[in-house]
């Protein structure tokens, strides 16, 4: 089956959970109340019997699309021979525990008939809820209950027919219907219905409020990827996921298919760095990394779930078909456990980063830090399965290699410029051997290019980011030839950039991917760091472009589809773009 492209969905978000609406009007995707939490909606991986919410005008097609600036609440104007109607959709910010998706129709001109059709399908599309009618003081509701699964439907309400529940309103020029579906813990009352235009202005106020804090952040697609970023932020705990999907594949009717609404350490991290860059103020991150490792700070894992839990043994949804008949369709997520010898190195530079903006360093924060360095040194002879979570055999990668010296230099410069108690001497030491290891046995004089593994000849794109710790200079000599060596190896024919070549077996998996978009934005600050301002910026709009009229991008891209592949929209990918575009600001200014 061919499912509905993944630029043609929208995000809604309340930094608590997350939906998926396609162009057509079809709710695909929403995992309330966590975004980890198992889906209600899941059309996406599967067909519309795995449970959605169509809300369209019937007869009509989509003439604007747009997020109402600086917020996620949608706004969806639909134009027909009869009549024309915007369309506003959010989700609402949390209440009580509740959350709310809000649909309201507002007919602009003539007559419209809207269709509706609800399909609740608790635990990824599994479960059919008991569905019934019932009275809430003097409005009549619908509510579905399935376990710990509640939701409760307000508004016009629609009938069952087949197992979903349908409807058709025919609207007027100047009357507004509003529907809203929340959900709430079975075992309680479904929740009283507020004032969903008083729902609404907060919520817009929220948003503003929040994105007015921004600085230097003029281009429009900097704005949206940092309210990505903020989107995928848990409210409450501070914790950053992946992404708010799970199985969306790499390649289209492949098995790489993983579940990244989890919180990566890395990728919190780099999200966190592109935050305080722009001005913004995220100490609920540090606090997150706290009490998620707290008990684990002798052995940190690479990964944890929102609230700072271990990630669950990745299973298997078999009764799902998969997007665009990607299987398996996989939640949790079997890396969790791996060694990855970068994570800690990513960890101290966003701390670091903390520090050189003005906050001061908590004790806390620091004694987390010097035993994380701790764990670097006990491990420091280990192999690892690198940044991109290999699951074939370990290696010395060089870019992980690079990052624990980049952790032991952050301990070091902590000493140095903030008089931090702490073992400086050692760290030197072990700054110094694995400067002298990598440049010895990272470097291969005959492709004059550092490499993805010790005494190999392949490269890797994470390789792009050596300057980026400190370790060299953007145009230092070996760097130019190293990045000469990733564009001859991995760049396609349309200038995108793979992770690495998939051809070498390193990751022990079958198939391939499509070039991957956060390194291509590195390959973009690449190119801006070094002078090479006209094609970072040729490389910048061509990626931009690729998030269409809403600016979401996912992990990949595939020319040969001219459609986004993996999860969506991916953290990396935004910050990926917030990076490139403050290296192509600093080069403009001659920084």
Aim: aromatic fraction near 10%; include cysteine.
């Amino acid at each position: 089956m061919s499912h509905t492209p993944l630029e043609d969905y929208a995000l809604l978000t309340n930094c608590a959970t997350a939906a998926l609406v396609s162009r057509d009007g079809s709710i695909d995707w929403w995992c309330p109340p966590r975004f980890d939490s198992p889906a209600v909606f899941a059309k996406l991986l599967g067909s519309q019997d795995n449970g959605h919410w169509l809300l369209r005008i019937v007869d009509a097609e989509v003439v604007e699309r747009t997020y109402l600036p600086d917020t996620f609440v949608l706004q969806t104007r639909w134009r027909g021979e009869h009549g024309e109607a915007v369309v506003t959709e959010l989700l609402q910010e949390v209440s009580d525990g509740h959350h709310t998706l809000q649909r309201n129709v507002e007919v602009v001109s003539g007559e419209v008939l809207v269709h509706q059709e609800l399909r609740m399908r608790p635990n990824y599309g599994e479960r059919l809820p008991w569905v019934r009618r019932r009275a809430i003081g003097e409005v009549e509701v619908l509510v579905g209950i399935s376990g710990p699964t509640g939701l409760v439907l307000r508004g016009p309400l629609p009938h069952a027919h087949d197992a979903a529940h349908t409807s058709q309103h025919r609207l007027a020029a100047g009357t507004k219907e509003t529907w809203t579906l929340t959900w709430f813990p079975s075992h309680e009352v479904p929740p009283v219905q507020e004032d969903p235009d008083v729902d609404l202005a907060r919520t817009i106020k929220d948003w503003r409020d929040w994105a007015a804090t921004m600085v230097n952040a003029d281009d429009p697609a900097v704005r949206r990827s940092l309210l990505v970023l903020r989107g995928l932020t848990h409210y409450a705990t501070g914790g950053v996921i992946a992404a708010p999907t799970a199985s969306l594949p790499e390649e289209f009717g492949g098995i790489r298919n993983w579940d990244y609404r989890f919180v990566w350490l890395r990728d919190s991290a780099l999200s966190i760095e592109a935050m305080i860059a722009y001005g913004l103020d995220e100490h609920s991150w540090r606090d997150w990394l706290l009490r998620a490792i707290a008990g684990d700070v002798h052995d940190p894992k690479i990964m944890y779930r929102i609230d700072g839990a271990y990630v669950e043994t990745e299973l298997e949804l078999s009764h799902l078909s998969g997007y665009e008949d990607s299987v398996p369709v996989r939640i949790g997520n079997g890396a969790a456990d791996q060694y990855q010898a970068d994570v800690v190195g990513e960890v101290m530079i966003a701390l670091q980063r903390f520090r050189e903006a003005g906050v001061a360093e908590d004790p806390n924060s620091w004694a987390l830090q010097r035993a994380l360095l701790d764990y670097c040194e006990r491990r420091i002879d280990d192999k690892d399965q690198g940044i991109w979570e290999m699951r074939g055999e370990e290696h010395y990668f060089t870019h992980g290699r690079v990052m624990l010296w980049a952790a032991f230099d952050c301990g070091v410069r902590a000493v140095e410029t903030q008089e931090l108690p702490g073992p400086v001497e050692r760290w030197r030491g072990l700054r110094g051997r694995l400067r002298t290891e990598i440049e010895e046995r990272g470097w291969n004089a005959e492709i004059d290019s550092f490499t993805q593994t010790y005494g190999s000849a392949e490269v890797d794109a994470s390789l792009l980011m050596i300057p980026h710790t400190g370790f060299c200079a953007w145009d230092d000599p070996r760097m130019l030839g190293t990045v000469a060596r990733i564009e001859r190896d991995l760049v396609d024919d349309h200038g995108l950039l793979h992770r690495y070549r998939t051809q070498a077996k390193l990751d022990g998996l079958a198939g391939d991917e499509y070039p991957f978009l956060l390194c291509c934005f590195w390959l973009v600050e690449s190119y801006a760091r070094t002078g090479q301002l006209e094609r970072a910026e040729q490389l910048y709009e061509q990626l931009v472009s690729y998030g269409g009229e809403l600016d979401l991008l996912a992990e990949e891209y595939s020319p040969a589809h001219g459609r986004l592949a993996g999860n969506y929209p991916q953290a990396f990918s935004h910050l990926g773009l917030v990076q490139a575009a403050e290296a192509i600001r600093e080069s403009r200014a001659g920084r």
